[in-house]
């Protein structure tokens, strides 16, 4: 459905690569993950395949057909909500969607409903200037869906949102995909590229450092681990790999050493991995 | 179409919830007082023109006192003179001596009198000592008009086609980049840019947004300041032509900046440069070519022929607003779909 191949981009034009030689593949009605630290190029990655950035080396195929080659038309198919609230300050919520939706030249669906679904009908008819960072969050992911679309970009779609807001989000999502819509998935939450992504591509300095499904990779590169707690000028915590022999030996001389607090094994999560691969932390 | 109207309403939404607005309507009250209550009809100075007859026959004293004395005022003494000169710093004052066949005139005034109001003055004066003497002149050249003599324009109404040109080029021009950097801020302009409206689309619609706003404004400025005995759609083309040509002008600029501080100097800059015609507008004789090629000047022209119609032709300045719009239009397109719809670059 999507491939990436080769992708490069550099925003100075001095050499300095923010994407550097990125390719993947995205099947239909797959929600793929794109997981990275902030800076590390995924929304970079978003905006070249949406379009919004120039496509500088490499190519963006839609069924085959390469972005840059797309029309206006391209747009009647794809949703894209950005990690940054971009409405229309000075149109009310129902405003920036009825108009919104008035730009596609497919049919669309009913901005009430949608803001229904995302929880904001009551909010309808306030000014988005008058909306909280979350509401406009949910705003902004309600418009990616307004024209129904065959391919989803979400960047970020559950950033600041309270627990309860982010699982209606995620439940919608879930729906999009089972409705055969294919959806990119730019986030730092490991947990819910965890919950929701089929495949998932780990980014870090704009290369792909491993890709595959979250089982996988936890086969792969998830060694069983053991978090502990313990108090050093003040609390600290440290998950350790025991299958490796550094681990092994600076765990066994902060137990030894240190006022333990608690101490729990666990299956690696996808975050440890990332870490274990990077060597960064995704926040 | 349908695309075209759903964005059209929205950008007028927008501009209609917007301060400047409230900017345009509290402008257009106070240009049209100006115009109305506060400018005189006439700014020419009270040069009133006294003359003291000192003579011993006071033939001046006797002509005036049974006539009107023209452009004189006749005063009684020297000290009625001085007094009549100290309250109107701009008067002039005359004394008269000697005889009718041998005068002696003696010219008072507070200000200094340029050279061309001397010989005023000194062919007033033999006007009137040759009147005295019983002499007629008969006029010696003739005076032929190319055109039709225009009526009188009361100096206050004058002001209104360069007024009006200004409000093209703020609306166009300045407005266009506030609405424009607006979008930037808010980062709308990223979801239009993924959207299937296009470049097209975009420019037509704030485009057609401030024609809108420019024809309400210019046309009411226009019946409240000079009634409805002007052509009304003659001056709407040239409103539609002028505020298009330079909100595409200020769009193809604003595209450059991402705020009013970043934008100001450039933007200025080249407000300015389009108010420049508004001196040839007062001193007609000043029109270098550079000034006449500013799309301002033809519309400040034509404006004024079409508000006070003296027979000249306003085609070749229409030609010149379809022409630039035309060109703008290329340029603008361009700058939007390589600077404005495409990040990064």
Request: hydrophobic letters at 45%; charged letters at 20%; a positive charge.
């Amino acid at each position: 459905m999507i491939q990436v191949k080769n992708l490069y981009h550099d925003y100075s034009g001095k050499g300095k690569h923010a994407v550097n030689d990125i390719s993947f593949e995205i099947n239909k009605g797959e929600i793929f993950g794109f997981l990275g630290p902030s800076g590390a190029g995924k929304s970079t990655v978003q905006n070249i395949m949406t379009g919004l950035l120039k496509l500088q080396k490499g190519e963006v195929l839609y069924q085959g057909k390469a972005i840059n080659q797309m029309k206006n038309s391209f747009y009647n198919e794809i949703g894209v909500s950005f990690e940054h609230p971009n409405l229309y300050a000075k149109l009310t919520g129902y405003e920036n969607l009825k108009y919104y939706a008035g730009l596609f030249s497919v049919p669309t669906l009913d901005p009430m409903e949608l803001l229904e679904r995302v929880g904001l009908l009551e909010s309808a008819n306030k000014r988005a200037s008058a909306y909280s960072k979350g509401m406009k969050q949910r705003l902004v992911f309600a418009r990616a869906l307004i024209n129904n679309p065959n391919i989803l970009f979400l960047d970020e779609p559950t950033s600041g949102l309270d627990p309860s807001t982010a699982n209606k989000i995620k439940e919608i999502i879930k729906e999009k995909q089972q409705d055969g819509c294919t959806i990119f998935l730019t986030t730092h939450n490991m947990f819910a590229a965890e919950e929701l992504c089929n495949h998932v591509a780990f980014l870090n300095d704009g290369k792909i450092v491993a890709s595959d499904s979250p089982r996988n990779l936890k086969l792969q590169y998830g060694e069983n681990s053991v978090k502990v707690e313990y108090q050093k000028d003040g609390l600290k915590k440290k998950i350790f790999f025991l299958d490796k022999e550094e681990d092994k030996k600076e765990f066994n001389e902060i137990v030894n050493k240190e006022k333990i607090q608690t101490i729990h094994t666990q299956e690696a999560t996808l975050e440890q991995i990332f870490i274990k691969l990077t060597g960064r932390e995704l926040a | 179409m349908k695309a075209f109207i759903n964005l059209f309403k929205k950008d007028m939404v927008i501009a209609l919830r917007n301060a400047l607005i409230w900017v345009l309507i509290g402008t257009l009250v106070l240009l049209v007082g100006f115009v109305r209550f506060l400018m005189p009809e006439d700014f020419q100075q009270n040069q009133s023109q006294y003359i003291y007859d000192k003579s011993q026959e006071q033939v001046l004293q006797k002509v005036f006192t049974q006539s009107e004395g023209g452009n004189f005022t006749i005063v009684n003494s020297q000290k009625a003179l001085e007094a009549s000169l100290e309250k109107n710093p701009y008067s002039i004052g005359v004394v008269f001596e000697g005889s009718i066949d041998q005068p002696q005139f003696s010219i008072l005034h507070q200000k200094n009198i340029s050279e061309k109001n001397q010989r005023i003055i000194n062919a007033s004066l033999e006007k009137l000592i040759a009147g005295l003497r019983g002499i007629e002149r008969t006029q010696q050249y003739q005076v032929e008009f190319l055109r039709q003599q225009a009526k009188v324009i009361p100096k206050n109404l004058t002001s209104v086609p360069v007024l009006l040109t200004f409000e093209v080029l703020i609306i166009g021009f300045l407005f266009i980049a506030v609405f424009m950097f607006q979008e930037k801020n808010e980062g709308s302009i990223r979801a239009y840019q993924i959207s299937p409206g296009g470049v097209f689309l975009y420019i037509i619609s704030k485009v057609m947004v401030f024609i809108v706003i420019g024809l309400l404004y210019g046309l009411s400025f226009v019946l409240l300041t000079l009634g409805t005995s002007v052509n009304l759609l003659t001056l709407s083309l040239l409103i539609v032509l002028g505020v298009a040509l330079y909100t595409l002008i200020g769009i193809i600029v604003a595209v450059f900046f991402n705020n009013i501080s970043d934008w100001f100097f450039v933007g200025m800059g080249v407000l300015t440069l389009n108010i420049l015609p508004a001196i040839s507008y007062g001193l007609p004789t000043f029109a270098p070519k550079f000034i006449t090629i500013i799309p301002s000047y033809s519309i400040m022209s034509a404006l004024r022929e079409v508000l006070f119609p003296t027979g000249k032709s306003i085609v070749p300045a229409l030609n010149m607003l379809i022409i630039g719009n035309i060109l703008a239009f290329g340029i603008c397109y361009l700058v939007v779909k390589r600077r404005l719809m495409k990040e990064g670059q």
